[in-house]
């Protein structure tokens, strides 16, 4: 469980660099101005931190169906970085037998289904029998 913490914290450390900070040739350390963390025996945990520089992120998680074969460990949590623009970008997610689902006002989103093939998929959930492979006669 503990991996599993210091490798979010540093997906969020990698996905604060990526926003176009660069470090400068001395980078100056940046304070770390809230820190919380609480890691429970059943897998469960809760944490959160701030840094000086606007970086923000939490997450709780809870192992799911534990001891099943249907064990999976499920994550809800955020993070948010200033951008070079002045920006603040906040990524919420959700992380579990599903895989990682995001959601952010700046992350794309796929273009509409088309209204033709909107039609399309209608019409053959209204006919399935046409779905179906003609019978071969028999010889």
């Known amino acids: 469980m503990n ?5 979010v914290l ?8 990526a926003s176009g900070q660069q470090p400068s040739s ?11 963390s609480d890691v429970n025996p059943d897998g469960s945990f809760t944490y959160e931190y701030e840094t000086a520089n606007g970086i923000k992120a ?17 994550v809800q949590g955020s993070f948010s970085f200033v951008g070079d623009d002045g920006v603040t970008y906040t990524v919420t997610y959700v992380a579990d037998e599903n895989g990682f689902q995001p ?7 796929p273009p509409p289904v ?12 209204a006919h399935p029998e046409e779905d179906e ?3 071969k006669a028999r010889r």
């Open 3 to 7: 991996k599993f913490v210091i490798t």
């Open 10 to 17: 540093g997906l969020c450390a990698a996905a604060a660099l």
């Open 26 to 36: 001395t980078p100056e350390p940046i304070a770390i101005v809230k820190l919380n």
């Open 58 to 74: 939490d997450a709780r998680g809870a192992l799911n169906n534990a001891g099943s074969e249907n064990e999976a460990l499920s």
């Open 103 to 109: 959601q952010g006002a700046h992350l794309p989103t």
């Open 114 to 125: 088309p209204e033709a093939i909107l039609k399309s998929l209608e019409y053959n959930a």
């Open 133 to 135: 492979e003609p019978k």
